[in-house]
């Protein structure tokens, strides 16, 4: 739990925080795509200081290229050790143990569920603006000043008009 400005405690979601980790963890970004026609070359790379390559793909027997990730600066192909398989002695596997490759793994379902977090929270501001406006209406109306309770009136209107604010990004 955090707090934010109004000193209001936040719940941060378990899957945002999974999400930060493997986010924070990949080779910082943006990435972008580059290869030569000419070569059949492709590497997927960022646009970081230096560029390093993200991924790219590197000959792997006499049928095809496997994926080569950035470990330690040297471009590495999947089968030195980051290949989790489902059996023991099995060719069949289903994991490749890399950052980069368990984001770009994610990034689908990651995005799927940020949109709809987006959404929610979208839905979310515009009832509390509601509600705000509402409750700051309620007591901007006319009311007796008592000394004491005139303050704790005047704080709250405040801290409606500031609530009003944030959520409206003012």
Do not use: C
Not at 40 to 66: K, Y
Not at 96 to 119: C, G, T, V
Not at 145 to 162: A, H, P, R, S
């Amino acid at each position: 739990m955090t707090e934010d400005v109004t000193g209001m405690s936040n719940h941060i979601d378990p899957k945002i925080q999974e999400i930060e980790q493997r986010h924070a963890a990949a080779t910082p970004g943006p990435w972008y795509w580059h290869g030569y026609l000419k070569s059949q070359d492709v590497d997927l790379m960022s646009e970081t200081s230096g560029h390093p390559t993200v991924m790219g793909f590197r000959r792997w027997g006499m049928n095809g290229a496997a994926p080569s990730f950035n470990v330690d600066g040297a471009m590495e192909r999947i089968d030195y050790g980051m290949i989790e398989t489902r059996k023991q002695h099995s060719s069949d596997f289903h994991k490749i143990k890399h950052p980069d490759a368990d984001l770009i793994k994610n990034s689908w379902a990651d995005i799927a569920y940020l949109l709809s977090e987006y959404k929610r929270l979208q839905q979310e501001n515009a009832g509390m603006k509601e509600a705000l406006e509402w409750m700051k209406q309620r007591f901007d109306g006319d009311w007796t000043y008592e000394i004491g309770i005139g303050e704790v009136v005047d704080e709250i209107i405040q801290k409606f008009d500031d609530a009003l604010s944030h959520l409206k990004g003012e």
